[in-house]
Each structure stands twice: as structure tokens, then as C-alpha cells.
């Protein structure tokens, strides 16, 4: 009898044995196209490499599956609602409309950020108040958002499985058809990372091109830089961050009191209340209504914000000057220059490219 | 033939034994830690947006930002070998992960009698855009004052003669002179210090935050608060201030366990 317990035990290692090298020796076997990102010139210039984490490396399939899943609307409770219904290509991925609206007709309390540049997002904090921590994390949030996809992730999953054509695109991306909220969100983060945004007019012009741009843009680029005048470059980058972003949080001035508290409402900091991060300046022609809240609906209100309308609260940046007056009162002229540099940030080519449109 | 066997013996033999006598000499890491205080009294992060600091000239403020650059760390031997440390450390208060400078760099044992820095980038060192990772950080100096990098950015507000909060921005670098004409406006510093490197340690360079309202400028808010960059003067009497402003403070030394 022993010996054939002995033997039964033998027996059953050698199979597992050999059933898990043969699934170590599939997964060795299957290697999805690595993809490098096409950085744009001024990037390689001027900044770091993009932030690709190690466990979520680019390949060509987990970039079609995240295009694939980020128009998709069966992600969200009622199968009507993608990521792309409020971050629209033709808006650089933002909402025009000042709140999103979510399935059942909930509305949102802030505008929809914009997608772009998400790998050079230097801290890896995301959303207007820094909740995610990573480009992953953040595209987590929105499924269970009870007032944007209002669904569960695990309903969402058992629907995406249940198609006929998504297990095999994730075991072509992933290595397996059983798809996870994990595979999700990472595909989805690498079709966000492709989202490159580095070759508008006044990256051009940096580059060389003196006809890139109007005598009016390079004047308004002057008042932008003069600490005297537009002061904008200390947080929203310069000639030499082509981010255009510090990618950090300020209190801009907008309010004497807060029903929104931005980072403080995640870090619970008073001296964070009324702080948001700062977004970055490119494609402000698609990206209309501004601010957190949506509040301003064009740029000619944005810069008479930080001209006129400057109010004091606690946590006011001590850069937003001259509270007292309502801020440092420029000309009409250095207005309508500065709006001419800020439009010369837009690059058209990102909002038709054919790569980042609905493959669905 | 017994001689020539008797002498390659005793060569042997003493081959051997200078070998086993000299010292291989060993490299450590040494890291840099930096501190701040407010003349003695320890500044973190957590006492940000505290209106618990007065001035030399009487005003009552608090800090809500601090980020400063130091560069080009050199370390001297007692006879005369100097040994710069390579990279920069930009250290922001507000992210624990910048007080350590550790530039993964071993230094081989020995005895030293010097540690100099500079703070912010000198003339050859501070190029247009040319450090990426300070150009994520926003760090850069506007080209129409001088270009380069910020050397210090510190805020915070000050109470102005009616008690009110006024926003102060004491940030520094490049001086411009006039129009087109830029002064540089870094300061090297060079402290006698007598300490051996014989495992791996830690140097710590303090900063007295006090110091930059005080020494020989003393620093009245009410007349420069913002929009000192562009100002000469300004950019000048923090150059001038920043002379007392560092210090070396303790030196670890890791010892095995």
C-alpha cells in the first residue's frame, strides 16, 4: 500500500511538474510587438524619457486594445457611455460641455481634463486634485464613478469577456484570454501614453522655424515670460519645459471661499484647499470652456481672470500678485498678444490624427 | 645554486609579506542630507503656512514653498586631492525624497580637510534647458533675465503694517544688469572640516532660512516681496545674504554593525 502511495505522489509531481513548465514554456513563447514611442523633437531636446512602467511595457496589440476599449460603451452601466464620450479627439481629449454628464444624467462638478503628454506627467499625480497616482489608477476611476459609467468593474469585465472578439485581443496583448480589470486599465493607460502632443506652431518655431509664427505670438511669449507682466511660466513651463505644465497644484485666485476644495479635499491639508493642478497650455483652441469648474468660456475671460479678477483666499499663490488690484491689469495690446502665443501652443495634427480616432 | 635558491626564498618570502602588509584601499557611498532651520529651530515641511517666524526687520511670516539648488560638491584631501562629486540636487521641502542627495558615487578612504559646494549652478555649469529633469521641474530662468536656472524659489506671505497677509516670492538667480546685460549671481562655499572617509556616511549641509533677511542686507518685505527677479538690487542682496546662510552640520559615519 505504501509503495503505492509512494508511487501515486511520484507520479503526480512529474506531471506537475511538466504541466507547469509547459505553461512557463507558452508564456515564454508568446511576446507581443514592442512599440517606442515617436517623441517629438522638442521633447528629446528638452526633456526626460516618458514614464512607461516596468509592468506595463508598450506593445503594438495592448495600444489597439486600449484605443479599441476606450471608445468602447459597454465599459459603463447602461452599455451607452466610453471614456471617449467625454474626452473627445476634435476637443484634445476633453468635454466642450463645462460638466461631463453621465449615463443616467448625472452631472459632474468639474470640467474633463484633457488627454495628452500622460507619460511626462513628471509626479504621476492625475485628475484636478492628484487623486491617481499613476496613468493607470486614474483610468480605473470612471467605470465605478457613480456619476459618470456607474457600473462595477466586475460587471464590466463579465461584459467585455462575453464578446466574441476581445479574449483573443487580450491574449494577444496579456498572454491570456481571461480578461481582468487590471488588463483593462492597462491597455487603456497605453493607448493614453500614445497621445502625443509636441508639434504645434510655437514648438516650430522653437525648432527654428522663425515663419512658424506672428510677430504678435513671439511679443505675447515675452509678456508670458516677463515676471513684470504675464508672470505665467512659473507654473505653466517656458521655451525650455515644452510641457507647458509644472504638472503641480496652486490656487489660482478664483475664489474667496471653496465649495470645491481640489487636493485638499484628497490630502484633507488645509493649506491645499483650492488648489488644482495646473493643466498644461497646449491645444487651448480645442479645449474651451477653462479652469477646473468650466467657468470661463474662452481665453479672453482666462486672461482677465489673471489680469483683473484675482481674489484672496488662504492658500492664493503668492505669484498670483497684485490680489489687492485684482492682479497685474495688462494692456488690451499685451492681451490679444498674449492669446496669440496660447493659440500658437494648438497643434491640428493632434486632433485629426487617424491613430488616436475610434478604430470601433 | 644553494645561494640562488637560498635568495629566491627569501624574495618569495618577502614579496609575500609586503603584499599581506599594504592596505587595499576601499571606496564608500557617502550621501548628502539636507537640512533646514530657522536659527536653530529645526523647518520641515510640517511647519509650512505657520505665521510663526519673525525676521530681522520685524515681520511676522510663514513659508509655503521652498526649493533650492545645490550643485558641484567637492570634497578635499588632506593633501590636496580634490574630489568632485558629480550631478546637482534641486531640494524641495515638499518632497521628502529630494533632502538626500545620493549621487552613486564611492569615494576611495581617506582623510579630508574640506567640503565646498556651490549654490545654485556657476557660470559654466547653468545652460539654457540643458538639465531635462530641471526642465520638467520648471525650473528654468527666463532667457530675458539671464537665462539658465532658478537657484532658489522660497514663498510664502508676510503681515504687512495693517496685519493683512501680502505674498512674498524670494526667488533667485541670474542678476540682470540692464537690457541684455546678466551678472552672474551664484555663490561658491568653502568649509574647513577635518573628517575621514572609512565607511559608508552621510554629510549633512544645513541651511539657516533665517539668514536670508539678515546678513549684511537686512530684509524689510514690505519693500521687496514679489516680482524680484528682474530687480538688481534685489537678486543682489540675496547673493550677498546667501554668504551665512549654509553651514556643514553632522557627519555620519555608518558603521558596520
Redesign the interface.
Known amino acids: 500500500m505504501k509503495k503505492i502511495i509512494v508511487l501515486c505522489i511520484v507520479i503526480l509531481s512529474i506531471y506537475s511538474c511538466s504541466k507547469s513548465s509547459e505553461s512557463s514554456t507558452n508564456e515564454e513563447e508568446y511576446t507581443p510587438t514592442p512599440v517606442n514611442l515617436e517623441i517629438p523633437t522638442i521633447f528629446q531636446?528638452?526633456?526626460?524619457a516618458p514614464t512607461i512602467p516596468a509592468n506595463n511595457p508598450l506593445t503594438q496589440e495592448g495600444i489597439d486594445l486600449g484605443r479599441k476599449l476606450f471608445y468602447e460603451p459597454i465599459l459603463s452601466g447602461d452599455g451607452t457611455q466610453a471614456c471617449a464620450s467625454c474626452h473627445i479627439q476634435i476637443n484634445s481629449f476633453t468635454d466642450p460641455r463645462q460638466f461631463s454628464v453621465g449615463i443616467d444624467g448625472s452631472v459632474g462638478t468639474r470640467n474633463a481634463m484633457p488627454i495628452f503628454n500622460v507619460a511626462?506627467s513628471?509626479n504621476q499625480k492625475f485628475f484636478w486634485d492628484g487623486r491617481a497616482h499613476s496613468v493607470e489608477n486614474q483610468a480605473l476611476g470612471p467605470v465605478e464613478n457613480p456619476i459618470e459609467m456607474k457600473n462595477t468593474w466586475s460587471n464590466a469585465v463579465s461584459s467585455i469577456q462575453a464578446t466574441q472578439d476581445y479574449p483573443d485581443l487580450f491574449k494577444k496583448a496579456f498572454g491570456s484570454p481571461n480578461i481582468t480589470k487590471d488588463f483593462v486599465v492597462k491597455a487603456i493607460a497605453q493607448f493614453e501614453r500614445t497621445l502625443i502632443s509636441g508639434n504645434a506652431p510655437f514648438d516650430r518655431y522653437l525648432m527654428g522655424d522663425s515663419d512658424a509664427v506672428s510677430q504678435s505670438v513671439i511679443n505675447g511669449f515675452?509678456v508670458f515670460?516677463?515676471?513684470?507682466r504675464g508672470?505665467c511660466?512659473?507654473?505653466h513651463?517656458?521655451?525650455?519645459?515644452p510641457?507647458w505644465?509644472?504638472?503641480?497644484f496652486h490656487n489660482n485666485g478664483m475664489d474667496e471661499t471653496f465649495t470645491d476644495k481640489g487636493l485638499g479635499d484628497i490630502t484633507g491639508d488645509?493649506?491645499d484647499f483650492g488648489k488644482f493642478k495646473s493643466p498644461s497650455l497646449r491645444n487651448l483652441a480645442y479645449t474651451a470652456p477653462y479652469m477646473h469648474d468650466g467657468r470661463f468660456a474662452t481665453l479672453e475671460e482666462v486672461i482677465n481672470h489673471y489680469s483683473e479678477g484675482l481674489v484672496y483666499s488662504?492658500t492664493?499663490?503668492?505669484?498670483?500678485?497684485?490680489?489687492a488690484q485684482g492682479g497685474v491689469h495688462l494692456t488690451l495690446e499685451e492681451k490679444i498678444d498674449l492669446k496669440a502665443f496660447l493659440l500658437s501652443l494648438s497643434e491640428d495634427a493632434f486632433i485629426t490624427n487617424p491613430n488616436f480616432q475610434n478604430p470601433n | 645554486m644553494k645561494n640562488i635558491a637560498f635568495y629566491l626564498l627569501a624574495a618569495t618570502l618577502f614579496i609575500g609579506c609586503s603584499t599581506k602588509d599594504k592596505k587595499e584601499l576601499q571606496s564608500f557611498p557617502i550621501t548628502f542630507k539636507f537640512t533646514q532651520n530657522w536659527d536653530g529651530s529645526d523647518f520641515t515641511v510640517a511647519n509650512f503656512g505657520q505665521y510663526n517666524y519673525t525676521n530681522q526687520h520685524g515681520e511676522t511670516l510663514s513659508v509655503t514653498k521652498l526649493r533650492y539648488l545645490i550643485s558641484k560638491i567637492v570634497l578635499t584631501r588632506t593633501n590636496g586631492e580634490k574630489i568632485e562629486i558629480p550631478g546637482y540636487q534641486l531640494v524641495d521641502l515638499s518632497d521628502a525624497s529630494t533632502l538626500v542627495f545620493n549621487p552613486n558615487f564611492p569615494i576611495l578612504e581617506g582623510d579630508f580637510n574640506k567640503i565646498s559646494f556651490v549654490y545654485g549652478f556657476n557660470e559654466e555649469d547653468n545652460q539654457d534647458g540643458a538639465y531635462p529633469d530641471l526642465n520638467a521641474a520648471n525650473w528654468n530662468w527666463p532667457s530675458q533675465l539671464g537665462g539658465g536656472y532658478h537657484f532658489m524659489q522660497f514663498e510664502g506671505k508676510y503681515l504687512d503694517a495693517n496685519d493683512e497677509p501680502q505674498p512674498y516670492a524670494y526667488h533667485n538667480g541670474t542678476a540682470k544688469v540692464s537690457e541684455g546685460v546678466f551678472e552672474q549671481n551664484y555663490v561658491s562655499f568653502n568649509f574647513n572640516k577635518n573628517f575621514s572617509i572609512n565607511q559608508a556616511g552621510e554629510i549633512e549641509i544645513k541651511m539657516n532660512i533665517a539668514e536670508w533677511f539678515k546678513n549684511p542686507n537686512t530684509w524689510d518685505l514690505n519693500t521687496f516681496n514679489v516680482t524680484l527677479m528682474p530687480n538688481y538690487q534685489a537678486q543682489k542682496m540675496m547673493q550677498e545674504n546667501a554668504a551665512t546662510v549654509f553651514s556643514i552640520g553632522e557627519i555620519t559615519i555608518f558603521y558596520d554593525e
Open positions: 531636446q528638452f526633456l526626460p511626462w513628471i515675452n515670460m516677463d515676471p513684470e508672470d511660466f512659473h507654473c513651463g517656458s521655451d525650455t519645459n510641457l505644465t509644472d504638472n503641480k488645509p493649506l488662504e492664493i499663490d503668492p505669484l498670483m500678485k497684485f490680489v
